[in-house]
């Protein structure tokens, strides 16, 4: 078998497993793939992988950034519906944010999560804190940028997500790639944080931020 065979077989195989199972999601999957106007999802697999993290550390105060259609918003406001929460998603463009919020209405969660349609630094320099749980899937350009407010808000044990951080070795345009070099670089090199990148889709880099040691 090669190494791509392989791949494809364990990626049907896993299909089956992963959660969330909201019937919106198979029409957002299906229209991230037809329609030229809206950028890619996090996919299946990633959705399984946030589901779960932030189920496992019962995130309740949780912020996203770039919910486009809401593909990955209806995942983690599944998540925080679980955990007795609530989800925050920030998204720049007009049209992304009107969808997200006929989306997210018709997923029967508009009571757990909330859209603000703005600029992601900008919002989040408003919000106060502290969240449980972070996930970053806005503007490449804005993942270094944000890291310094994001480590502040988040509190101790709580974990943030960056999709899209292997864009360097995948051989993405370097507009791209390099911020997400930049991110990585940053992320592991803080002393409050330990952190990983997980190699699902175009890479999730998982930081922990470590309790303070005063
Ligand atoms: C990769 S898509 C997000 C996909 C989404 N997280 C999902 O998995 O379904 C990136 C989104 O970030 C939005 N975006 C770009 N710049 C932004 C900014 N400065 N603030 C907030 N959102 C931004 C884009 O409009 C786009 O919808």
């Not at 925050?88 to 989306?103: L, M």
Request: charged fraction near 25%.
């Amino acid at each position: 078998m090669t190494n791509t065979s392989k791949s494809s077989a364990i990626e049907g195989y896993l299909k089956q497993f992963n959660p969330p199972s909201n019937p919106v999601l198979a029409r957002l999957v299906k229209e991230h793939t037809e329609r030229t106007d809206v950028i890619p999802c996090i996919g299946e697999e990633a959705a399984g992988f946030i589901y779960w993290l932030v189920r496992l550390i019962k995130a309740k105060e949780v912020v996203e950034f770039g919910s486009c259609i809401g593909y990955s918003t209806i995942v983690i406001g599944e998540a925080v519906k679980a955990n007795g929460g609530h989800l925050t998603s920030i998204e720049i463009a007009k049209n992304h944010y009107r969808e997200a919020v006929r989306n997210v209405r018709e997923a029967g969660l508009s009571d757990y999560v909330s859209i603000v349609n703005g600029d992601a630094k900008v919002e989040f320099e408003k919000m106060s804190g502290p969240f449980d749980f972070i996930m970053q899937d806005s503007l490449k350009a804005l993942y270094p940028v944000m890291i310094g407010d994001c480590v502040e808000k988040l509190r101790a044990g709580g974990v943030m997500v960056a999709d899209d951080t292997l864009f360097l070795p995948v051989g993405k345009p370097e507009k791209m790639a390099v911020p997400m070099d930049a991110y990585n670089k940053l992320i592991f090199g803080d002393s409050r944080l330990t952190s990983t990148i997980v190699p699902i889709g175009d890479g999730l880099t998982v930081s922990f931020k470590c309790e303070s040691k005063s």
